[in-house]
């Protein structure tokens, strides 16, 4: 079993300080090199954690004197930020790296870096330092606030840097930030995992559980909201372990009060909850907080409790069933849940496989993040038996996807004629003057409309449920 610490180690004041003096020395490398400001361009693979590590990734850089653009063959500096939770994620990794070779061979001066959870994998280093030698840095999940540090000796020396310290995991607070959207925003509150769920990599690359302080949570979610932020989703592993190394302890219900009493028209989300660690608390604060979207993912894996134990998720089906009964009590219709699960464990039979299947006709949620098992080196799951061919595999997730389908599409039906208070975030899919919007229950709802209308909230009446979309009008307010 593995030593869990609770570690919350603050990068002091002085490291901070350090790294902005290397950032002012690489601004002047770079202007001494280029006539203009030389653009850099950041991928992002993988989840919300990743995307906000990016957006603090690309403002360090504008700090540095980078431009930004999304094009790689229109960048001097490309840097992919990696996921690792499943093999095919890492494989498009391999495949986009391996494609930039040419890139770089016929442009000079180009600086290719990889950073995220993939890196933090010994053998993905190993793997990169031997059969990419055109790849400059590669540096790890705990390090990011370096970035400065590990640019400049990447830009002045000729040599290749690997920076990925194995350790519990920091906190830096006050790195700068280039959000990727104007009026939705993600707030991490804590970093790493303490579960060790026996499938996962996530607490091998990304440290030990640790919150940040109330303080800053609250200071940040205080400045998004006068800025004119909307929605802001607070992010962590698992946050529902939030405020647990807080000195005194205080938890994620407590958080959500606070953020729920700030003045401001705004919407709280979050993600991603444990069923192991919600709590009735956690629910009731839920339903009580106006400003807290009635939206729970709640990740169940497996309906079968051997597989759960197998999978060390620390609940049983009884309690997750107990649980989503007991929000539903609390919400009623104004819920909307949605779950991860993994389907071909290994071990698993299709007995078991029956009652993932069961429980996902007992939830109604509206949608489901549906994934086939995928070994990871190092994890307690990937040397256990896996008997069951893919082929069978992706036969039960097909039967999964197609109940799925069906309970989403009568979901669906369920809200036809209903109004919904919306937050209209960005231009629709389903005609050129159409406008999307996603309710409190993160459910989409395209109208015609116009685009001065992105970035308000409205009330919405659904005219047709389609499969995926509902169709909607907006409902104006009597004079
Ligand atoms: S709770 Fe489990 S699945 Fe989620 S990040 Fe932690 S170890 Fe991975």
Request: with cysteine; glycine share 6%.
């Amino acid at each position: 079993m593995e030593n869990i610490k609770a570690k919350t180690s603050l990068v002091s004041a002085e490291e901070l300080q350090k790294q902005k003096e290397y950032a002012a020395k690489v601004k002047s490398v770079l202007s001494v090199r280029y006539n203009s400001a030389p653009k850099a361009c950041v991928v992002t693979f993988g989840c919300q954690q990743n995307v906000s590590d990016s957006e603090k990734i690309k403002g360090m850089l504008c700090d540095m004197g980078y431009s930004l653009t999304d094009e790689t063959t229109d960048a001097k500096l490309i840097i992919f930020n990696t996921c690792a939770v499943r093999e095919h994620a890492e494989d498009r990794v391999f495949g986009n790296v391996g494609a930039l070779k040419k890139y770089k061979l016929e442009n000079d001066g180009v600086v290719i870096g990889l950073c995220g959870c993939m890196m933090q994998q010994e053998h993905i280093a190993q793997r990169i330092k031997n059969s990419f030698p055109f790849v400059d840095l590669v540096f790890g999940t705990h390090v990011v606030h370096r970035l400065p540090e590990l640019l400049l000796k990447t830009l002045t020396r000729k040599k290749r840097v690997f920076e990925i310290p194995d350790m519990d995991g920091v906190i830096a607070e006050g790195i700068p930030v280039v959000r990727d959207d104007e009026r939705r925003a993600w707030l991490p509150i804590m970093y790493g995992c303490n579960n060790f769920c026996s499938y996962c990599i996530v607490p091998y690359v990304r440290g030990r559980e640790r919150s940040r302080s109330l303080e800053s949570v609250v200071e940040e979610a205080k400045d998004l909201i006068s800025k004119g932020y909307r929605e802001i989703t607070l992010l962590g592993q698992n946050v529902n372990s939030y405020g647990k190394d807080l000195e005194p302890k205080i938890n994620f219900s407590y958080l959500l009060r606070i953020l729920n009493s700030l003045e401001g028209d705004f919407r709280i989300r979050f993600m991603t909850s444990h069923p192991k660690d919600c709590t009735k608390e956690l629910l009731e604060t839920m339903a009580e907080c106006e400003k807290v979207a009635k939206h729970l993912h709640l990740p169940f894996q497996s309906g079968n409790n051997r597989v759960l134990r197998a999978m060390n998720r620390g609940y049983t089906r009884e309690k997750y069933l107990e649980l989503i009964d007991y929000a539903r009590s609390l919400m009623g219709s104004e819920l909307s849940i949605t779950s991860d699960i993994i389907v071909g464990f290994p071990g698993e039979t299709y007995e078991e496989f029956k009652d993932t299947l069961s429980l996902v006709s007992k939830i109604n949620a509206t949608s489901l993040f549906t994934f086939i098992y995928s070994p990871r080196v190092g994890t307690p799951a990937a040397k256990l038996d896996d008997p069951i061919p893919k082929s069978e595999k992706s036969k039960w997730f097909k039967e999964l996807t197609d109940l799925q389908e069906t309970i989403s599409a009568s979901q669906m039906k369920l809200h036809n004629g209903k109004i919904f208070k919306c937050f209209v975030y960005g231009k629709g899919k389903l005609g050129d003057n159409y406008i999307a919007a996603r309710t409190d229950g993160n459910l989409i709802i395209e109208f015609e409309g116009d685009e001065s209308l992105i970035g308000t909230f409205q009330k919405i009446k659904v005219i047709e449920p389609l499969t995926f979309v509902l169709r909607g009008e907006i409902v104006k307010e009597k004079e």
